[in-house]
């Protein structure tokens, strides 16, 4: 049961509980910097394994750190039979778990005022309200998306879709805009179930948060928040890339990858401004040899400078030609960077990304074009709204084998990179890049809205 405070100017006391996956903690961690900006005391909850194989070496997170079991401390998801397996026993075993967290920091005369936790882990809302402890979903996807899983779960939108799919505050999309959890269900239904379940208790959540900010999903926005009291607090990205008033924000709290900074930063500045094709497919995406063939002609039939993430597992997959005779003249690749940095830098004139909603919105808040690339799960309906929402880039089509060839993507870039299209896409990536950093500056929409829920904490509402 909670207590309440023996000291009313005691700071209210939020615990934040994340998904262990890099695009699911990150947007949790910076949302948690901003409240701890404003007198909002954060812990950070996450699972054992996670925390011991990625907090080692940890910056500053400005929060407290606690673990929590998923029933797998030694290997985490990797080590489980199959994702049911996993899901399942994080279920169990993770809900008794934070139930002797919450009961340990009582114990200590510790309050809690609050739980926030990512949209896809409902049991725990379930615990918070065992404890009577008011709970704030997450969602660290586009509210566009989950726009999309909640016509899902509720039955509106058939599985599979139809030829064309309509939902609230959007554009008609094509089946194959939909996320891949929709339109092609039967690969990953563990992942698909648990997307469109996201919303089996929302309506007891005091709180629904979003990592956006409301001009860039304004319709679907003003549409969720006649269900829940939704606020909107992105681009959750470090401030020092966007508002600039957290000035020890400079970084993301881990990557699970070295980035080669130097090697990068030093080659960029070698070039010239908005002259380089920066390529990324983030941390799981995993391609086709076939596909990872033809982004390099692509890249070298386009006669750019390119800088491309390559991960290490995935360097096999490069021709040997290429490597031995296009890197040393145009391009660059390296096994990870820092992305923010990358995309910071003046050299940068378009960006071919998985559409990830993380690195969209870090294209976004930097004014960056976009080849977008899509692969599964949210990322065609991003690349939807980049292209036809936002109106910020391009989507790069694929062949009848599901293949992205050279000449499409060479394509791409040249429309970006050249054409008079390009011209006003650029224009269209610096207009919301004001917006992004209007969105999260003081009295700005995202701002507002975390001042109001911190209002609500120290109001003990």
Excluded at 43 to 57: G, H, W, Y
Excluded at 390 to 400: D, P
Aim: proline share 5%.
């Amino acid at each position: 049961m909670n207590k309440q405070h023996d000291n009313i100017n005691k700071p209210p006391h939020v615990l934040v509980i994340t998904f262990p996956a890099q695009g699911h903690i990150n947007p949790l961690i910076q949302f948690s910097k901003r409240l701890t900006s404003k007198g909002v005391k954060t812990t950070l909850v996450t699972t054992i394994f996670f925390l011991n194989s990625n907090f080692a070496n940890k910056t500053n997170t400005s929060s407290e750190i606690e673990a929590i079991s998923d029933g797998f401390d030694e290997g985490g998801l990797a080590s489980a039979d199959s994702p049911e397996s996993y899901i399942k026993t994080f279920r169990e075993v993770g809900s008794r778990s934070l139930a002797d967290l919450i009961k340990k920091l009582q114990s200590e005369g510790t309050i809690i005022d609050a739980i926030i936790y990512d949209s896809m882990m409902t049991w725990v809302l379930e615990v918070a309200m065992e404890f009577e402890i008011k709970g704030g979903s997450f969602f660290t996807q586009a509210c566009s998306v989950n726009m999309v899983y909640y016509h899902v779960h509720k039955g509106l939108i058939c599985l599979p879709p139809g030829p064309t799919v309509s939902v609230p505050g959007l554009p008609q999309l094509q089946r194959w805009e939909t996320p891949s959890f929709v339109h092609n269900y039967g690969p990953y239904p563990t992942w698909s179930e648990m997307m469109f379940n996201q919303f089996v208790n929302m309506d007891n959540a005091r709180w629904v948060f979003a990592n956006s900010f409301f001009q860039l999903e304004k319709e679907v926005i003003e549409w969720m928040r006649k269900m829940w009291k939704l606020k909107v607090i992105g681009p959750t990205i470090p401030s020092m890339y966007l508002d600039k008033r957290l000035e020890d924000d400079t970084d993301y709290v881990f990557n699970i990858f070295k980035p080669y900074l130097n090697e990068c930063m030093n080659w960029l500045n070698d070039k010239p401004k908005k002259s380089v094709v920066y390529v990324s497919f983030g941390s799981l995406a995993q391609l086709e040899s076939e596909q990872v063939e033809e982004i390099a002609w692509g890249l070298s039939d386009s006669n750019v400078n390119f800088l491309w993430v390559v991960r290490d597992e995935e360097k096999a997959k490069l021709p040997k030609e290429f490597l031995d005779t296009k890197i040393p003249k145009k391009g660059m690749v390296v096994a990870w960077c820092k992305q923010l940095d990358v995309l910071a830098h003046e050299s940068i004139g378009c960006f071919v990304t998985h559409c990830g909603f993380n690195s969209t919105l870090e294209a976004i808040s930097q004014g960056v074009p976009i080849v977008a690339m899509p692969q599964w799960t949210d990322q065609p309906t991003n690349a939807k709204c980049i292209e036809d929402i936002w109106g910020v880039g391009v989507t790069v089509k694929v062949n009848e084998n599901e293949i992205v060839s050279r000449g499409n993507l060479r394509s791409c870039i040249k429309t970006i990179m050249e054409d008079e299209r390009g011209v006003a896409i650029r224009k269209n990536a610096e207009k919301w890049r004001s917006l992004a950093k209007l969105a999260a500056d003081e009295g700005g929409s995202s701002d507002k809205d975390i001042d109001e829920f911190v209002s609500e904490l120290k109001h003990k509402c």
